[in-house]
């Protein structure tokens, strides 16, 4: 069964807001790996953001959510499509405890202290420009972190709510609208928000999360959006990646291992070619649609 994705407007008080929570979706995505219970979390969290952000996409394409250069954490990537659609995986080096905390996870790449920096990239289905925004990491989780770049940088008040356990991921953003009330507003907003605890948000539906914290306001919900787990991975990108490689190379790999075998860090779906899907792929480039995966 597809997640929902929420729209909310709070109109007297000139304040929009999102409400997501996975659960379906979040499970495929633990089927790929077993994580520590702190990265479990912190990709949860991160999963249910990157939705948040995607759903005021007003494009088809992608938004890509990931840490650069941080130990031991050393891979960290969620994407969420304009189709609805999100993945995500992680990957670390050595023993994770289960106390370790956002600045003990996401250390600099020389394993300093600080923390390195989040990199948020949008790209569009129908353009090869990417657009990225690198942003330091800040306070001691992903939701400080994002609600701090909104302040600073966009300077529009937005602050996120976020919280993941081993069966849902959830989250919750509040967004100022321009307005000659919009510090009132925000501030009496945001302050009920703030009473939100993380069972609440992971436990309760958003008419019952919004009753309890805007009962007294003019709130206006709108229709869901479905949020599924969805990967990109297909036959045709795997055979773009040998072509890449070169015959003669692929060739060899035959020669040694009789086939090549290609895992999909997103969703663990293996592919497997022998010499005769080699054979047609490089015979595709010169006589395209020729050739059948047999």
């Known amino acids: 069964m597809p997640d929902k ?17 996975l659960d379906t979706a979040w499970q495929e995505i633990l089927k790929t790996s077993s994580y520590p219970k702190p990265i479990q979390t912190l990709l949860g969290e991160a999963t249910a953001a990157i939705a948040l952000l995607a759903a005021s996409l007003k494009f088809k394409g992608s938004l890509v959510l990931q840490m650069n250069d941080t130990y031991p954490v050393n891979m960290f990537v969620v994407q969420a499509k304009s189709d609805g659609s999100v993945r995500a995986i992680a990957r670390w080096e050595g ?92 501030n009496h907003a945001l302050t009920l928000a703030k009473t939100i605890t993380n069972d609440e948000l992971l436990d309760l539906t958003v008419e019952e999360l919004l009753h309890r914290l805007y009962h007294e306001e003019d709130l206006r919900l709108y229709d869901p959006e479905e949020i599924h787990f969805k990967c990109t991975c297909s036959q045709q990108k795997i055979d773009n990646m040998i072509r890449s490689l070169g015959e003669k190379e692929a060739d060899s790999v035959i020669q040694e291992k009789g086939n090549i075998s290609i895992d999909c860090q997103f969703c663990n779906q293996r592919y497997e070619l022998d010499a005769i899907d080699v054979r047609r792929i490089f015979t595709e480039i010169g006589n395209p649609g020729t050739g059948n995966l047999h």
């Open 95 to 186: 023993g994770i405890g289960d106390q370790a905390t956002f600045g003990d996870l996401f250390r600099d790449e020389n394993k300093q202290s600080h923390m390195a920096s989040m990199v948020i990239s949008v790209e569009q289905e129908d353009s090869t420009e990417r657009y990225q925004s690198i942003i330091a990491l800040q306070g001691n989780s992903i939701a400080e972190t994002l609600s701090a770049y909104f302040e600073q940088s966009e300077q529009l008040p937005t602050h996120f709510f976020l919280s993941a356990n081993e069966e849902s991921a959830a989250g919750f953003m509040l967004q100022s609208l321009p307005s000659e009330f919009e510090s009132e507003g925000w």
């Open 5 to 21: 994705l929420h729209r909310f407007l709070l109109e007297n008080l000139h304040v929009r807001g999102e409400w997501v929570k």
